[in-house]
């Protein structure tokens, strides 16, 4: 047994340090079901700070699915966004080191999907009729300019620099977008867009906008919110 000390009253050391107890708080988020499977994301204080998608299986299993050289986190709004989405077992997902977009098949190693210098990406979607995702971009190519909002359409397949060639864009204008909504049959899009100076917590609008057969969008419609009330989770 070590030995009593007697300290002046408030200068006396605890053995319950801040480190030990952020150490052990793992945040969890952005819960996502794929069949009977069931992916979400951990932050972890003990790896860093570090984002996980972790897969608990029907039978009650869970299991780190991302490689220990890759955070699952996007830059986007600069506090992020949903980072990543699962279908029938292929997940993609956000980089933090260089905020590209990967698809990682199961038991494979991820794959970047499209090289992007300069953009970012948040929120996406599958596109199921289209076979494509549906995501926030945010455009940071421009350094002279502030950075450009947009939802755009992004290819799974393509496998090819982005920085160089013009993006699908679906909607533009606002200055900020996120929370795109497929409806179930993929012939609507709803989605959040806000203006300076607002927050999103000052003032977003809802918008419905149908998709055409050529996957374009067409006869966008406001159908709620405004500068002073916030719109949240379409």
Not at 16 to 21: A, F, G, K
Request: hydrophobic share 30%; with cysteine; proline share 7%.
């Amino acid at each position: 047994m070590q030995d009593k000390q007697i300290a002046d009253y408030g200068s006396w050391r605890s053995p319950i340090t801040s480190d030990l107890i952020v150490s052990e708080t793992v945040r969890l988020s952005d819960v996502i079901l794929d069949g009977r499977d069931v992916y979400w994301v951990e932050m972890r204080p003990s790896e860093g700070g570090r984002n996980v998608i972790v897969r608990c299986t029907p039978d009650g299993r869970t299991a780190d699915i991302t490689p220990a050289d890759f955070n699952v986190r996007t830059r986007v709004h600069e506090y992020g966004g949903r980072s990543f989405v699962v279908n029938g077992g292929i997940i993609y997902f956000c980089n933090f080191s260089d905020q590209r977009v990967y698809s990682q098949q199961p038991e494979s190693d991820p794959v970047p999907i499209a090289t992007n210098d300069g953009l970012r990406f948040a929120d996406m979607i599958i596109d199921g009729p289209r076979s494509s995702l549906i995501c926030v971009c945010e455009d940071h190519r421009d350094s002279q300019t502030e950075p450009e909002n947009k939802l755009i359409r992004l290819d799974p397949a393509n496998r090819s620099d982005l920085g160089s060639q013009p993006l699908d864009v679906l909607i533009a204008g606002s200055d900020f977008y996120a929370s795109p909504s497929l409806s179930p049959d993929g012939s609507q899009l709803a989605w959040l867009s806000w203006n300076h100076p607002n927050m999103p917590w000052d003032g977003t609008e809802l918008w419905v906008g149908r998709i055409g057969r050529d996957g374009t969008l067409e006869n966008a419609q406001q159908v709620t919110g405004g500068v002073d009330e916030s719109i949240f989770q379409p």
